[in-house]
């Protein structure tokens, strides 16, 4: 009987790129971030066909969002980002980050592990505090995310990328940003 082993927090690891989409930096959302809860949001369908008593629901659709909730840390880049974005009430593509989720328990052989990379758009709820500020809201998908592998660097520099993305092949090497320019295929997508 195989051992049933179950992931801890520490082991779903979100990086938010504070460098360019041509030369990113992963940097790890972790001392300042409280809360990084995914809702796939499943879009369903029900259909009934003449010669069934009973519906049928069918997953159509995804429409994910992170519910987030973080110290005010504005010395943490990754903070910072979000903050901005809410403070100077951008809008559109400029309140869009890119991210990755790196699922650290899904380690292969050669060391890599699994990752989505995806487009979110920031949605700030709240900035409050009595004493020590927060900041609380939805980070919302844009699109279809990318599937690849992530290799952590050994020992990154201050400011340096915390690992490398590199897409799967199935997705034809295609880059999140890539993905929203054009019309995608089975083929480009995550899921």
Do not use: H
């Amino acid at each position: 009987m195989a051992d049933n082993k179950i992931a801890m927090r520490p082991d779903v690891v979100p990086y938010l790129n504070t460098g360019t989409s041509e030369s990113p930096i992963w940097t790890q959302c972790g001392d300042g971030w409280k809360k990084f809860s995914e809702n796939p949001n499943a879009q369903t369908e029900d259909t009934k066909y003449i010669n069934s008593a009973s519906e049928k629901t069918d997953t159509v659709s995804y429409k994910p969002q992170y519910s987030f909730e973080c110290d005010l840390m504005y010395t943490d880049p990754t903070v910072k980002k979000v903050y901005d974005i809410a403070k100077d009430r951008k809008i559109g593509s400029d309140a869009v980050l890119d991210f990755l989720i790196v699922d650290e328990f899904d380690k292969n052989e050669d060391g890599t592990m699994t990752a989505r990379r995806e487009q979110l758009a920031v949605a700030v709820s709240s900035i409050d505090g009595d004493k020590k500020m927060t900041m609380s809201g939805n980070l919302n998908g844009q699109g279809d995310g990318v599937k690849g592998k992530f290799v952590k660097a050994t020992n990154p520099a201050e400011g340096a990328s915390a690992g490398t993305f590199t897409p799967d092949e199935k997705n034809g090497g295609a880059e999140p940003a890539t993905l929203s320019s054009k019309n995608t295929s089975e083929k480009d997508t995550l899921y």
